[in-house]
T-cell receptor, first 108, second 115 residues
């Protein structure tokens, strides 16, 4: 079964880029890489997703390696409000594989 | 963007009673809904997948008679925790997806406390 691993926690200085890695070395060809974030006691919020190509939207950028075995979520200018738990999730049909999440702490 | 409404946000009940949690898709038809359980500082744990009009598919180790899921319409799924016990206390979250899409929209979660 596909598995995703993420570092449990990371710190980032306010205004700097936050780079959150996710390892999914057993990803299958039809699995999309999704990123969500969860602020305490709320439901996860969608950030970005991709299949093969790098993606960018108003919130973040997603870099997927050519072999698709890992990806990195980039928050270009982290703010204090970006402090949250970030989840990397593989999705293919009704198959969901959650990473353990990275608790990002943005510090002033 | 699509909105998923989950109610109640918080519920406290006595041991032995049943609690129903609702998950509604407000502006799209949710052919598939998912229910999760989350312990403090842990990742979401998928409990079951429900497709409109059919029986839910439960993950291994989740008691289907304990956690009753009904997905009777394209906009509503319910999770009923039957004969609740203190060990059922947890944060429960639902998510829904639109027909033909992979993207999940999550509810805001329900904190269940069983006394």
């Amino acid at each position: 079964d596909a598995k995703t691993t993420q570092p449990p926690s990371m710190d980032c200085a306010e205004g700097r880029a936050a780079n959150l890695p996710c390892n999914h070395s057993t990803i299958s060809g039809n699995e999309y890489v999704y990123w969500y974030r969860q602020i305490h006691s709320q439901g996860p919020q969608y950030i970005i997703h991709g299949l093969k190509n790098n993606e960018t939207n108003e919130m973040a950028s997603l870099i997927i390696t050519e072999d698709r075995k890992s990806s990195t979520l980039i928050l270009p200018h982290a703010t204090l409000r970006d402090t949250a738990v970030y989840y990397c999730i593989l999705i293919a049909g009704n198959m969901l594989t959650f990473g353990g999440g990275t608790r990002l702490m943005v510090k002033p | 963007g699509a909105v998923v409404s989950q109610h109640p946000s918080r519920v406290i009940c006595k041991s032995g009673t049943s609690v129903k949690i609702e998950c509604r898709s407000l502006d799209f038809q949710a052919t598939t809904m998912f229910w999760y359980r989350q312990f403090p500082k842990k990742s979401l744990m998928l409990m079951a997948t429900s497709n409109e009009g059919s029986k839910a598919t439960y993950e291994q180790g989740v008691e289907k008679d304990k956690f009753l899921i009904n997905h009777a319409s394209l906009t509503l799924s319910t999770l009923t925790v039957t004969s609740a016990h203190p060990e059922d206390s947890s944060f429960y979250i639902c998510s829904a997806r639109n027909r033909g899409e992979a993207k999940l929209f999550f509810g805001s979660g329900t904190q269940l406390s069983v006394l």
